[in-house]
């Protein structure tokens, strides 16, 4: 076990209270805050979006449309971005200081497998990391530890309740569950969590692509939002339908995050090519 000096531990963490980061993910109940992932490539080929617009544009976009936070997926592999694109979105957000709204904290979602990772991420500008439980494994805490000692505010992904206990137990405050379909099997990860005395656990849910046009995705972060999750994380859904006026990403952060139910109101398609959803995302931005 490593330890590195001069760092507060998790117990004086918490009584501090969150960080900038977990605050501004964590709303009142009945809301839902997004965070949208920046990237240059898809897991999913929806064959809507042909290509994305550079860090400098989409950048004002996430954080005019009422994301929380902004993640960039800085691993050329998997995302096709990489710390430049990295820097250039914590650069334009840097310049809304004083502007309503104000600057977005900004993500590292790289791959995560060293500390120096952690290190470039602060060096840049960031202001949180993405942990990967099933990546970095004992070194979990360290990590955790790594992130407090540059001042940056660490998010874990987890796929079952005992990682999300785990990663708990350890020191990890905000945990997003990844990598899980189903709705009700995201809230069994996070159902019952024994949360130390005193600590604040913000959760958040990883909602994944469906390929196709309609817009289940909206539907599933409200669901989520009323089963209890603090947050959504959106990556590849917000460049399904590429620039259209009521189906862009931004129209998509902020419908997920519209006070509406699935219980009133439908965002999936009617046909086949997304009229319905269309007209009703256009509805929410009026």
Known sequence: KQNLPNIPSTKEADKA?????????TRRKGTISVIAEYKRTFIVNTGFADEVFEPHLMSPVFREFGARG?????????GGCDYEDLAKIVEEQQGAKGDVPGPVPVISSDLIVDEVQIARSAAVGA???????????????????????????????V??????????DVGARMISVTGVDDVEDKVAVIADLVIPEGAQVCTIANILANDNKALE????????????????????????????PAEHAGAIIRSMGAKSSVKWAS?????????GAREYLGDILM
């Open 217 to 244: 995705e909206v539907e599933e972060a409200w669901i989520c939002r009323d089963k209890g999750f603090n947050c959504v994380w959106v990556s590849d859904c917000l460049y399904k339908s590429g620039n259209d």
């Open 159 to 168: 796929s079952t309740k005992e990682e999300a206990q785990r990663a708990i």
């Open 127 to 157: 202001q949180g990391v993405l942990l990967s439980l099933d990546v970095v494994g004992d070194k979990l805490e360290f990590f955790l530890q790594c992130a407090r000692a540059v001042g940056v505010e660490a998010i874990v992904s």
């Open 267 to 275: 965002a999936k398609a009617m046909g086949g090519k997304g009229e």
């Open 70 to 78: 902004i993640a960039v997926l800085a691993d050329q592999r998997m």
């Open 17 to 25: 209270g969150p960080g900038p980061l977990q605050q501004g993910l």
